[in-house]
């Protein structure tokens, strides 16, 4: 079979391939064949050696979905649909970055098959910890306030999702204000950055401090964290985005406040009892995860190389579905939009000839000549920014039939510059926008936009009002 056989410390580009016995099945133990994976950053840090408890070689891999192939003592029935993850997966033995893991039959539990492979393989890790860090540890319930620190990681975006699908306010941080987009996108009421003014942002919102905190980036920030929480509130650390693993001068008589929670995620042992109803929450509030791109298994490096570069804003998946050359599904191409949002709103070249097809046709009103490729909408993106340097754009809704996505979008900005030959004017304009896009092969081949122009020029007085 294939396998990535971690033998050495290594960079993500000396992740090869190689050729593997099948695992031989014994008591206690099922034989999966892996239909798709997540990656996580627990498995890049094993792979830069700060895993010492990691003895290699090692398959990496510490989650999985498949199909029951060998099912040995256990009760499972071939061709059962099965998720595994943690436990030592990936670490104590080979993990998920093969066609076939063998792992303990206790660890292994049975999942709905009605979702593609690839949506599956978002689920697990991301949201097993999302899931039972909020509704386990932080026991958040609706009306509460939430502020989750790292808030552009996939643990933090699925974390986001599952608290507004229960009613809690949510307030999301991240490093970078071109994120923030992404972070209203995903439904955060209050998108905030995260720098040396973050205790002033907060308590401008919550006076009195927040119900709960969701601490992913770890020990740098952890200490600040347990000073926002107002009495009675819990802080749960999940997460070490920060890349540091211990504390130091952490004195819980001075760091904890008085009347203030501090407990921690850990995936030591998985509960099934929390796994299946995780399944059913996404189903029963049509939760779709973010992913951020699909891989395959070939692609193991330039997955590894997207992970550590923290761009990805989702999960990063490794299918054996893909077959290049075949459309999306409707998901799928819902998911591409909303990165493509993200595209729009900060310009990122990198994003425009990952998004836009090469030979992509953009019919823009107002000009008689259509756009093209990458560079061609980029200077659409620019021409826009030119008037408005602040300007947003934030999706609505999205409709959704094959290859055709019909986008409602709302446009938001400040006249800073000179547009379409008018002066500035230092208004402020909010206006719609509906544009008709194609897909095919994971790229948009077409676009025909249609913004409220006419508004647009009312808002900033350049024609009058009727």
Not at 174 to 189: C, I, M, P, S
Not at 199 to 224: D, S
Not at 319 to 336: A, F, P, V
Request: glycine share 8%.
């Amino acid at each position: 079979m294939k396998a990535v056989v971690l033998e050495r410390v290594c960079t993500p580009q000396e992740l090869q391939i190689t050729e593997v016995p099948i695992p031989i099945v014994k008591p206690g133990w099922v034989l999966v064949k892996i239909r798709a994976f997540g990656i996580n950053r627990s498995e890049m840090f094993t792979r830069q050696g700060h895993s010492p408890s990691v003895q290699f070689p090692r398959i990496m891999g510490i989650e999985c979905v498949g199909e029951i192939e060998d099912p040995s003592d256990s009760t499972f029935i071939k061709g059962t649909a099965v998720a595994s993850l943690m436990g030592g997966l990936g670490r104590a033995f080979d993990g998920s970055y093969a066609e076939y893991a063998l792992i303990p039959s206790d660890q292994v539990y049975p999942i709905p098959r009605d979702m593609k492979w690839t949506e599956l393989a978002a689920i697990p890790e991301m949201y097993y910890t999302a899931y039972a860090s909020l509704f386990e540890c932080l026991q958040l319930t609706s009306g509460e306030m939430l502020l989750i620190r790292g808030g552009t990681s996939s643990v933090g975006l699925a974390a986001l999702q599952l608290a507004k699908s229960v009613g809690a306010t949510v307030i999301s941080t991240t490093r970078d204000k071109e994120k923030f987009a992404l972070l209203q996108q995903a439904g955060a009421d209050y998108a905030l950055l995260d720098n040396e003014h973050l205790r002033e942002q907060v308590y401008a919102i919550a006076p009195n401090g927040v119900n709960k905190v969701l601490e992913l980036v770890g020990t740098p920030t952890v200490k600040e964290s347990l000073q926002f929480i107002s009495e009675r509130g819990i802080c749960c650390m999940s997460g070490i985005l920060g890349n540091e693993w211990t504390l130091d001068a952490f004195e819980p008589l001075v760091d904890i406040p008085t009347g203030v929670y501090f407990t921690a995620f850990t995936s030591e042992v998985i509960k099934e009892s929390s796994l299946i109803p995780l399944f059913e929450h996404l189903q029963k509030h049509g939760i779709v995860p973010p992913i951020a791109r699909v891989f395959t298994l070939e692609e193991i490096g330039e997955a590894h190389l997207l992970m550590e570069s923290n761009t990805a804003n989702g999960k990063i998946v490794i299918s054996y579905e893909i077959e290049r050359g075949l459309n999306m599904t409707i998901t799928e191409n819902k998911q591409l939009m909303h990165r493509f949002t993200n595209f729009i709103n900060t310009a990122s070249k990198e994003l425009a000839e990952e998004l836009i097809s090469p030979d992509a046709v953009f019919y823009v009103p107002m000009q008689k000549e259509p756009m093209n490729g990458p560079n061609g909408y980029l200077s659409i993106i620019h021409m826009m920014r030119s008037g408005f340097s602040d300007i947003q754009w934030t999706v609505k809704e999205l409709v959704a039939e094959e290859d055709l996505i019909a986008a409602h979008f709302v446009m938001k900005g400040t006249q800073d510059g000179v547009f379409l030959g008018f002066p500035p004017t230092g208004k402020k304009i909010e206006v719609n926008a509906m544009n008709f896009y194609r897909i095919s092969n994971g790229q948009i081949i077409e676009e025909y936009g249609q913004p409220d122009m006419l508004g647009l020029l009312q808002q900033i007085g350049a024609i009058p009002k009727a």
